[in-house]
């Protein structure tokens, strides 16, 4: 074998160096990266240099979430769903019914919501393992849509098209007392956000994160190095699940109410869209998505307050037909990325 | 009884008519159109602005709403879906959700956020009784037309020239320009009939589906039903998943009016359990 | 009584009318290094799609030390020791060599369901990733995107993501092919380094790689066993000659 093994032979230990210089590799790929650091230290001075802008903040670590959640299932497991809003719906109507009638502590209320979540990712996961990307798209619309018309049916529970209101939430942990300005709602949902995504994080280093794109990238492959596709896909689906459902959680209890828009279909698209002007993948794209997006549709429906869905579209369709791409890889420009590029190429 | 059936057959056949131009798109340029429906809207609305504004024949409408919708269908795909027959299927996703939007808000913008409705032609309203059973006059008109069309569209596909090349333009594209088959062509013209399918379809629905600018939104759940239970590779197969998906429908909201919305839902979950590769899928892969 | 690791069993496949793969009944003994040769078309990556659960069989089984396997999914019975290499590359094109084989290594270890600890975590893995890496000469581009590689970086990486499982039966779909003519035995030394108890069951085109290798072959002709043997009968069978030179001439 000495052929081939002939570029490694010219150091004393070929077996050592490369042991020594893989286990480098792979302690840099799980490594905090500049922007992460960043964007962090932004949110958080927002809060101190945007005082009157906590609403739309807010709404943005919300998004935020919920996109990041949609990451683990695009991004890496590469499956396209037309319906993650019923698990973000599905939360805000636990959080909402769980303050109405049980419990007001809004850290409770979102964990019971993210659980409950899961178990509904759970239950309809194995509907997604089957067929192609076209029964996926039916199935994960279906279930959104069921959603959608379960909350408008059963309106003794849900309060039908009125939506959810006339609860109100005790102090975060008994400590922090929601404001009227929102203060405490934004440090709330970016503290959630905060911890969902370093989650999310650790996912995607582990073993199963790269299984999961693995998965993504070349499913006769991972089945020939005896990954169990179904399993993981349906871990990856639940777990999209339980941070979907916080995010909804969220939403209703800083917020204060339900309304049935939670489980429309735009939000489906919404979430998509925000993860694709971000990127995918690797999970910051979520949060990236959400500023862009919540900004522009912000200013879109000031300028233009009842077709600024017409507006969404056209940013669609232009995102595709220039190559998204193209645009998502902008991230590679940071200046993190550029020094590792570096390293790697040597 | 039977006229629930009657009417599941007409509003399954319906469906047909609107779905089966998506088949067409997604089995042979393995395009996820998720805008069908908005073609589909299109020949509606031109229905609803020929007839109630300038009082045109209901039965002059019908070709102008397919010819509209195709002509649409045929500069968009020129223009547009060309270039992304080979991108990934998440890129037909969000392209196509964006014509969806693009298309509601404009058609809320142009003519209201409101249900539209025809005067349909005397002839046509009403009900006549049939050996006891109550039929629709339109219904009938629906499912004779449409079964025309569908025994139409089977004989293009399996009997022309034109159905030829386009099989042979699906099977290899590569061969079938060695061919001299113009496939760009065919697959445009095939993407214009499909979407004249379809305005012709909502022309003939706002009657009995109603038409309002959700409608594209409304109904993607159905036409992806259809093409995903029906497969792609035949006439037959959406053909017969529409009628029972019309009829479970149909007979769902009469029968238990509490739970009726559920059916399409129940029975797309039944299918994906029993038939994952869809209702008519040959064995094997 | 001889040790068979490896049964199919009246094996058919049908693609439309076609019959690709045409009763076949093979037996492959334990640390055998058994040859599948054939003329084009003959079906023989049919046939290794059928053993690994790629494609379900129209008829007939599978067996895999006695157990049938027939209706087993593809990634359960790389858990119980046959992996393959695909003709055509199979790689995950956005991950680097190393990404590569540390995950197979993880599955292997049955760590791959972990989603709380980071790989670099697993020095074991890690370390014994870079050890094959480096044994099949990938070492200094085990950073790079596989998709960048040149071709026979990247048919080397398709060989050792097979030995990563470590397999009991590995069934190689034409390793050779692709590889530049000088590295071709080296392919295949590193494979005949295997074990004796693991068993290997080759397809090859290149009969001199095939008769260097192999210590039993099996023709198939037309998705039919057609004749098997050892190499000298293999070798010296006229009609074997025949059907190549019918079809290679």
């Known amino acids: 074998m000495s052929a081939v093994q002939q570029e490694t032979t010219v150091t004393a230990n070929p077996t050592a160096d490369a042991e020594s210089r893989a286990t480098r590799l792979m302690k840099r790929r799980s490594r905090v990266r500049f922007y992460e650091i960043v964007i962090w230290l932004a949110a958080i001075a927002a809060y101190f240099v945007l005082p009157s802008k906590m609403l739309i903040l807010t709404e943005i670590a919300i998004l935020a979430l919920f996109a990041v959640s949609l990451d683990l299932v695009l991004g890496f497991a590469g499956i396209v769903s037309l319906g993650h809003t019923a698990f973000f719906g599905f939360g805000a109507y636990i959080a909402g019914l769980l303050a109405l009638h049980f419990i007001a502590e809004p850290v409770i209320g979102l964990i019971v919501a993210g659980i409950l979540s899961g178990v509904l990712g759970l239950l309809t996961s194995f509907l ?33 098209a009125d939506g959810l209101s006339g609860f109100s939430l005790n102090p975060v942990l008994g400590l922090f007392e929601f404001d009227l300005f929102g203060k405490t709602g934004y440090l709330y949902c970016l503290a959630v956000l905060f911890i969902g995504t370093m989650i999310m994080r650790r996912i995607a280093f582990s073993p199963f994160g790269l299984s999961l794109k693995a998965i993504k990238g070349n499913p006769m492959r991972a089945a020939m190095i005896a990954v169990p596709a179904r399993k993981r896909i349906v871990t990856a689906y639940t777990i999209a699940a339980v941070f979907a459902g916080m995010a909804g ?17 735009h939000r489906s698209a919404d979430v998509l869209l925000v993860l694709v002007i971000g990127g995918t993948g690797y999970l910051y794209g979520g949060i990236f998505g959400a500023v862009l997006f919540t900004l522009v549709k912000d200013w879109l429906s000031v300028v233009t307050p009842q077709y600024w869905m017409f507006y969404i579209g056209l940013i669609l369709v232009v995102l595709v037909l220039i190559g998204r791409d193209r645009l998502a890889r902008w991230i590679e420009y940071l200046p993190e990325r550029f020094s590792k590029s570096k390293e790697e190429g040597r | 009884m039977l006229t629930i059936l009657f009417d599941g057959v007409a509003y399954g056949m319906l469906l047909f008519i609107l779905a089966c131009g998506l088949t067409v798109t997604l089995g042979l340029m393995n ?17 609803v602005i020929m007839m109630n504004r300038y009082g045109i024949s209901f039965y002059w409408c019908l070709p102008a709403a397919f010819l509209v919708s195709a002509l649409i269908g045929l500069v968009l795909e020129r223009t547009l879906y060309q270039w992304l027959y080979q991108a990934p299927h998440l890129d037909q996703v969000l392209f196509s959700i964006g014509i969806v939007f693009m298309a509601i808000a404009a058609t809320d913008y142009f003519m209201g956020g409101q249900q539209q409705l025809i005067n349909l032609p005397p002839e046509l309203s009403g009900r006549m009784d049939v050996f006891g059973v109550g039929v629709g006059r339109y219904r009938l008109f629906t499912i004779v037309v449409c079964a025309l069309l569908a025994v139409a569209l ?13 099989r042979a333009a699906v099977d290899d594209r590569r061969v079938a320009m060695g061919l001299g088959i113009n496939v760009p062509l065919v697959f445009a013209l095939t993407f214009a009939f499909g979407s004249g399918l379809a305005g012709l379809g909502g022309a003939m629905g706002a009657e009995i589906l109603g038409l309002d600018p959700n409608f594209p939104l409304k109904f993607m759940i159905y036409f992806l039903i259809v093409v995903s239970v029906g497969g792609t590779s035949t006439v037959s197969g959406p053909f017969l998943a529409a009628l029972l998906l019309g009829i479970a429908d149909v007979a769902g909201k009469y029968y238990v009016p509490a739970i009726g919305p559920f059916v399409i839902y129940a029975l797309m979950i039944v299918m994906l359990i029993v038939r994952p590769n869809g209702l008519f899928a040959r064995g094997g892969r | 009584m001889s040790d068979i690791v490896l049964e199919t069993r009246n094996l058919k496949r049908y693609f439309g009318a076609f019959l690709a793969t045409n009763d076949v009944s093979l037996k492959v003994e334990r640390g055998a290094r058994h040859a599948l040769i054939g003329p084009n078309g003959a079906g023989k990556t049919t046939l290794i799609n059928l053993l690994t659960g790629v494609l379900p069989p129209s008829e007939g089984q599978v067996f895999l030390e006695g157990e049938d396997i027939t209706s087993m999914a593809s990634f359960r019975r790389v858990k119980r020791g046959l992996t393959r290499t695909f003709q055509i590359n199979q790689l995950f094109s956005e991950f680097t060599p190393l990404e590569t084989v540390a995950l197979a290594i993880a599955e292997r270890e049955g760590v791959g369901h972990n989603l709380w600890r980071s790989i670099a975590g697993y020095g074991k893995v890690v370390d014994e990733a870079a050890t094959l890496l480096a044994r099949f000469g990938l070492a200094s581009v085990m950073a790079e995107r596989t998709v960048i ?35 071709r035995h080296e392919v295949l030394s590193i494979v005949s380094d295997l074990p004796a108890d693991v068993t290997v069951l080759l397809i090859e085109h290149d009969m001199d790689l095939v008769f260097s290798f192999a210590n039993r072959i099996s023709v198939l002709v037309a998705g039919a066993l057609f004749t098997e043997g050892t190499v000298a009968e293999i070798s010296a069978d006229p009609r074997v000659k025949a059907v190549y030179l019918g079809e290679n001439a």
């Open chain 3, 149 to 183: 590689l040149p071709y026979g970086k990247q048919r080397l990486l398709e060989i050792a993501l097979a030995f990563a499982s470590k397999p009991r039966v590995l069934l190689l779909d034409e390793p050779a092919a692709g590889v530049p003519e000088d590295e």
């Open chain 2, 31 to 47: 395009f996820i159109n998720l805008a069908h429906g908005a073609f589909a809207m299109a020949g509606g609305y031109v229905t």
């Open chain 1, 249 to 265: 959680a969220l939403l209703a209890q800083t917020t204060s109410f339900v309304s049935p828009d939670v489980l429309a279909f």
């Open chain 1, 128 to 160: 997604i393992l089957r067929g192609s990307d076209l029964t996926r798209l039916m199935t994960t619309l279906g279930i959104g849509l069921m959603m959608a018309e379960l909350a408008n049916q059963m309106a003794w529970l849900t309060g039908g």
């Open chain 2, 154 to 166: 089977q004989f293009i596909l399996s009997k022309t020239r034109f159905g030829s090349r386009l």
